[in-house]
T-cell receptor, first 116, second 117 residues
Framework: DTEVTQTPKHLVMGMTNKKSLKCEQH?????MYWYKQKAKKPPELMFV???????INESVPSRFSPECPNSSLLNLHLHALQPEDSALYLC???????????????FGPGTRLTVL | AQKVTQAQTEISVVEKEDVTLDCVYE???????LFWYKQPPSGELVFLIR??????QNEISGRYSWNFQKSTSSFNFTITASQVVDSAVYFC??????????????FGSGTQLTVLP
């Protein structure tokens, strides 16, 4: 089973709201990722967690705050977002993210975020 | 620096036609991995195949086949007898394995495939 789940599927929020995106996998993977994808563009890496520790932050604004409570869960906390942050947010996982980070990344269905 | 080029932005075919999606990559590493993902309108990226740089064997999986040629730095994807359900954006991606630690997954810009009934 290569399933990554994400909730919610759709989210509409105002610029002053605080919301969270959730991602879950039960494949025993130790690396988890957040990507942002704008329409008609490829996904852009935001964060990488390896063994529950943040290993890569691609210079993402602080209004995006990731959290990895355990090896199966990954959250993305959102606060004071801008309309240009509207996008599809994809979560992915892979077996590892270190020297063997060529492991295949499996993606969830994404959360379509609209910031008004 | 690694780079993936998918020159075909959009392709439209009629059902049952064969279609080939092109992918050309650039890398300085001798060890690297290539991937194809499918993204239907629902949004999820579906993993299709992974190929390492030392394995140039072509692969066939049902109606899908992949042609990996290091001499031309290409990893093309062919769908035989296309179906409407094949309509999606297809991404080619590359990751290098340099100095013992892998780098990020670099995506091409994607090819929108539309299969008409």
């Amino acid at each position: 089973d290569t399933e990554v789940t994400q909730t919610p599927k759709h989210l509409v929020m105002g610029m002053t709201n605080k919301k969270s995106l959730k991602c879950e996998q039960h494949m025993g993977h130790r690396a988890m990722y957040w990507y942002k994808q704008k329409a008609k563009k490829p996904p852009e890496l935001m964060f990488v967690y390896s063994y529950e520790k943040l290993s890569i932050n691609e210079s993402v604004p602080s209004r995006f705050s990731p959290e990895c409570p355990n090896s199966s869960l990954l959250n993305l906390h959102l606060h004071a977002l801008q309309p240009e942050d509207s996008a599809l947010y994809l979560c992915a996982s892979s077996q590892s993210a270190g020297a063997a980070r060529t492991d295949t990344q499996y993606f969830g269905p994404g959360t379509r975020l609209t910031v008004l | 620096a690694q780079k993936v080029t998918q020159a075909q932005t959009e392709i439209s075919v009629v059902e049952k036609e064969d279609v080939t999606l092109d992918c050309v990559y650039e890398t300085r590493d001798t060890t690297y991995y290539l991937f194809w993902y499918k993204q239907p309108p629902s949004g999820e990226l579906v993993f299709l195949i992974r190929r390492n740089s030392f394995d140039e064997q072509n692969e066939i999986s049902g109606r899908y086949s992949w042609n990996f040629q290091k001499s031309t730095s290409s990893f093309n994807f062919t769908i035989t007898a296309s179906q409407v359900v094949d309509s999606a954006v297809y991404f080619c991606a590359l990751t290098e394995f340099s100095s013992g630690s892998a780098r990020q997954l670099t995506f091409g810009s994607g090819t929108q495939l539309t299969v008409l009934p």
